[in-house]
């Protein structure tokens, strides 16, 4: 088993690594909101009126319990890119010659003075994918956020 993970490519590592490390807020977040959903008025009434427990769990409970999920997830997209970024500008990321953009940051910083564009444009890469996804999870709020319903 331990061969198979030695021959994975580095970059497939970080990403693991990253999921892995991260499903535990997922977890809270996703648990927090069944015990949420679960106590409202609409479930009481699925279950006053004799509805089978799975019925409830997959019709009433977790079409109201995914929205904050899907909203965390694209918001932690770029957490993602940036820690991804991160690691292969510091050396502990992407393989030497692949086109990773912190690798890409890392490897213009010798030619920075002259060069300028050679750690701009893959930085800027880096912040508009990042911001990209953030302003989507911040419009996915807004538009599954119950509070905001007329």
Request: aromatic share 12%.
């Amino acid at each position: 088993n331990i061969t198979v993970i030695e021959n994975f490519d580095r970059l497939w590592k970080i990403q693991i690594a990253l999921v892995f490390t991260g499903w535990p807020g997922y977890a809270r977040l996703i648990r927090g909101q069944v015990l949420y959903v679960k106590e409202m008025t609409f479930v009481e009434a699925a279950r006053s009126v004799g509805a089978p427990s799975g019925r409830i769990m997959f019709r009433h409970i977790l079409p109201n319990a995914w929205a904050p999920l899907l909203v965390a997830f694209t918001l932690d997209i770029g957490g993602t890119i940036l820690s991804a970024s991160g690691l292969s500008f510091i050396g502990l990321g992407a393989e030497p010659g692949a086109a990773e953009w912190g690798k890409l940051v890392s490897d213009g910083r010798a030619f920075f003075p002259q060069d300028k564009w050679l750690v701009f444009f893959p930085g800027m890469a880096i912040l508009v994918t990042t911001l990209g996804f953030n302003l989507l999870g911040d419009g996915l709020r807004d538009v599954v956020d119950p509070k905001n319903r007329r």
